[in-house]
């Protein structure tokens, strides 16, 4: 996968101006949004600059000499996102899941609700902000206990199910009021009591790029 920065000229249209340059950015899979921003930033710049000698000297016009001009039947519509979209259920995917928490980094961000002591008379809710995670089982399949929300082995990561049987580790949270913590601090607060994602209704997951 890539991202990247262009340099196009401006027309009445969003973004559909003749482009003058472009400069692709290879993706690892962990980057998040937040952390890609600044330096695409400072990507775009220095492309700017490489680029006005060229629309100076008339190499690039605005009238699409020198230029790419945009196919706009390759366009893909992007919808404005809201705050809702950033809750995790588990039903999808651990790619997928893993995927929104790098792409709401920063707004609207990804937040999940916990049960706590989920047989006791008194289960407690927690809603806490998902900072980092890291997929750890792409493919799932039929798995018992999805819902338990565990530690890993290292001690440095809670391993959640999602629905499909895949699974996801978050290695960074927030719990509400408190300062962003490693899973090992959050579960060392938990004092052994037992965690829960919460139930929702049952899903088949879904995978990017797969129907």
């Not at 588990?90 to 609207?108: C, D, I, L």
């Not at 706590?116 to 995670?133: E, Y």
Request: charged share 25%; hydrophobic share 35%; aromatic share 6%.
């Amino acid at each position: 996968s890539t991202t990247g920065v262009s340099v196009l000229f401006t027309v009445f249209e969003m973004d559909a101006g003749p482009v003058v340059g472009v400069r692709e950015r290879v993706l690892g899979g962990d980057e998040k949004a937040d952390e890609l921003l600044p330096e695409l930033f400072t990507t775009g710049s220095e492309l700017l600059l490489e680029c006005l000698d060229g629309v100076f000297e008339g190499k690039y016009v605005q009238d699409g000499k020198g230029c790419v001009i945009q196919d706009d039947a390759e366009a893909s519509h992007a919808a404005k996102m809201s705050k809702e979209e950033g809750e995790l259920w588990f039903t999808e995917n651990a790619v997928y899941a893993h995927n929104k928490v790098r792409a709401f980094a920063g707004w609207p961000g990804t937040s999940a609700e916990f049960v706590v002591d989920p047989m006791s008379d008194k289960p407690k809710q927690l809603k806490v902000k998902i900072i980092t995670t890291r997929v750890t089982r792409h493919v799932g399949g039929p798995a018992l206990g999805v819902h338990e929300v565990k530690i890993n082995a290292a001690g440095d990561a809670l391993v959640i199910t999602c629905d499909d049987g895949s699974q996801l580790e978050v290695t960074e949270l927030q719990p509400p009021g408190k300062k962003p913590m490693g899973a090992k601090a959050f579960w060392n607060g938990m004092s052994g009591k037992p965690v829960e994602r919460k139930r929702v209704g049952w899903s088949t997951g879904k995978v990017p790029g797969q129907a």
